[in-house]
């Protein structure tokens, strides 16, 4: 490949977008296992899968923002980066001549 920056946001890409889904699973099993959701397996996985995008919003929140919040602003910081990532990778694109959409 002659361009492996190309490469490299998309990774970048396709992981942001992985754990934003899986945010989003989670909170919608939440919505339908009501309180008995952390005997759901299902949600147990989510937790361990989404539990690093969490821990990393809530090292760069304030202490006042409480840990039920913490999903919901980590899947709004992973939507933005995915739209930066997403211009990031047009921008590349243009400068370099490129179709890549």
């Known amino acids: 490949m002659n361009h492996p920056e190309l490469l490299i946001i998309g990774l970048f890409r396709a992981l942001v977008e992985v754990a934003g889904l899986f945010l989003l699973g989670q909170g919608l099993l939440a919505l339908l296992a009501g309180r008995r959701r952390h005997d759901n397996?299902?949600?147990?996985?989510?937790?361990?899968?989404?539990?690093?995008v969490?821990?990393?919003?809530?090292?760069l929140t304030p202490r006042q923002i409480i840990d039920k919040h913490l999903p919901?602003?980590?899947?709004?910081?992973?939507?933005?980066?995915?739209?930066a990532l997403?211009?990031?990778?047009?921008?590349?694109?243009?400068s370099h001549l490129l179709q890549c959409f």
């Open 41 to 52: 397996t299902m949600y147990r996985l989510f937790l361990i899968v989404t539990g690093p």
């Open 72 to 83: 919901f602003i980590a899947f709004a910081v992973l939507f933005w980066l995915w739209i």
């Open 86 to 94: 997403n211009w990031l990778k047009k921008l590349y694109c243009d």
């Open 54 to 59: 969490v821990k990393v919003t809530r090292m």
